[in-house]
Nanobody
Framework: QVQLVESGGGLVQAGGSLRLSCAAS????????MGWFRQAPGRERDFVAA????????YYTDTVKGRFTISRDNNKNTVYLQMNTLKPEDTAVYYC??????????????????WGQGTQVTVSS
């Protein structure tokens, strides 16, 4: 199995940027589709972005399209989420997840097999 550790969260003003990292150990990330999800207080965990094993298929939720970019460096066994033009509504705990399933990455959290512990992102207005 794979262990995932997120980092890079913090407090930022609206309009600012953060880059989240998800480092893996135990197994190589190249064997997994990867996803980012987020959970705001009092809300369910929501899909943010997903990336296929080879990095050629990317999905984003509509609210982050054009602002967030998911990428991976399989040599570093790390997945990233570059977040630009942040808004207060982006405030949440962000989780990365690994999916050992089929070729197309999933938007559903129930399809993911391994999860990190989460990193807090707070955007002030």
């Amino acid at each position: 199995q794979v262990q995932l550790v997120e980092s890079g969260g913090g407090l930022v003003q609206a309009g600012g940027s953060l880059r989240l990292s998800c480092a893996a150990s135990g197994r190589t990330l190249s064997t997994y589709n990867m996803g980012w999800f987020r959970q705001a207080p009092g809300r369910e965990r929501d899909f943010v972005a997903a990336l296929s094993r080879g990095g050629t298929i990317k999905y984003y939720t509509d609210t982050v399209k054009g602002r967030f970019t998911i990428s991976r460096d399989n040599n570093k066994n790390t997945v990233y989420l570059q977040m630009n033009t942040l808004k207060p509504e982006d405030t949440a705990v962000y989780y990365c997840a690994a999916d050992a399933g089929p070729v197309t990455p999933s938007r559903s959290d129930s399809d993911y097999d391994y999860w990190g512990q989460g990193t807090q992102v707070t955007v002030s207005s």
